[in-house]
């Protein structure tokens, strides 16, 4: 099933260094106007332990309609950087949630200095 | 394996809910707590599905016009916190629902404060690990079928050995789940 709700970068591209700027558009499909659409650049970890969650930036769309477009444009942060081992993984993502409900479309980057996920196992 | 493709990290353990089981419906959990007047607790020891059940009847209580107000205790929170105690009970009402995981943390002196504030209240429905500090809603069991059920969907496939895990964590499917995330870090999965 298509989401209501998509988050694209330019060329699809998933891979980011620190400085990098993030540029896409989101789209939406919805049975009607949304109050807000906001797009939030977070990271987030997984693993064996609690989950951390930072929301390092948020681009509110405003008067969004019910189907509609926006384009957007980010900086992504010095850090952290995208890594994983056995015990944790950091995922970068950009999310895009609508209000009031429950919506929301996610695309999932990388960040660091070679654009790659570094790998603490090797 | 990376992290994140772990069948058993907690945030997937997360996801799985809890499953009313031995002939327990959500309508008999609700029509219980109704009985005992919204004021009642969770009891059982670590790993039983105690905060994943309040959790999940915080919806259902909302869906009854109560407004679910929560905090969730460690160990060693002997007393609420000034921001526990005005999310808690400042202002309440009868619409108020009390919900305090882990209640059993506090002292004799803060379960007695909240329960005197709590009276403002609609309900107070705590988790315990003991019995007795209020009438008790579900004593939380756990069973190897339910483990072994709970291990096939995180893991896409039968995985043996679950009777010996259950055992060897007498019961506490929580703990029997990161030996589960242990196992296949180490790629023994």
């Not at chain 2, 010996?164 to 995330?181: K, N, P, Q, W």
Request: aromatic share 8%; charged share 25%.
């Amino acid at each position: 099933m298509e989401e209501l709700i998509q988050v694209e970068t330019v060329d699809g591209r998933t891979a980011f260094r620190p400085g990098d700027w993030i540029e896409g558009t989101v789209r939406w499909q919805l049975p009607k106007p949304p109050k807000t659409i906001e797009l939030r650049l977070f990271w987030s970890t997984e693993g064996r332990g609690d989950q951390d969650l930072t929301v390092v930036e948020t681009v509110p769309f405003e008067s969004p309609d019910a189907q509609d477009q926006r384009a957007f444009r980010i900086r992504t942060p010095e850090g952290p950087y995208s890594f994983s081992g056995r015990l944790i993984t950091l995922n970068w993502a950009l999310e895009a949630v609508a209000e009031p409900g429950d919506e929301a479309g996610s695309f999932f980057i990388t960040v660091s200095p070679t654009g790659e996920e570094i790998q603490l196992n090797r | 394996m990376r992290a994140a493709d772990n069948p058993f990290t907690v945030q997937k353990v997360r996801r799985i809910r809890y499953r009313p089981a031995g002939g327990v419906t959500w309508e008999a959990l609700l029509a219980r707590l109704e009985s005992l007047g919204y004021r009642a607790a969770i009891v059982g020891p670590h790993g039983r599905g105690k905060t994943t059940l309040l959790e999940d009847l915080a919806p259902r209580l909302e869906a009854q016009g109560f407004r679910i107000r929560s905090v969730m205790l460690h160990t060693g929170d002997r007393f609420l916190t000034r921001d526990q105690r005005k999310a808690l009970v400042h202002d309440i009402g009868p619409r108020d629902l009390l919900c305090v995981d882990g209640a059993e943390q506090l002292s004799r002196i803060a379960w007695a404060s909240l329960l005197a504030r709590s009276r403002a209240a609609g309900g107070l429905l705590i988790t315990s690990h003991r019995p007795g500090l209020l009438p008790t809603l579900l004593d939380c069991a756990t069973t190897p079928e339910l483990l072994e059920t709970i291990v096939r969907e995180l893991a896409g496939r039968e995985v043996e050995g679950i009777q010996a895990l259950f055992l060897r964590h007498g019961g506490d499917v929580r703990a029997a789940l990161l030996e589960m995330y242990d196992r296949w870090a180490g790629g023994g999965g």
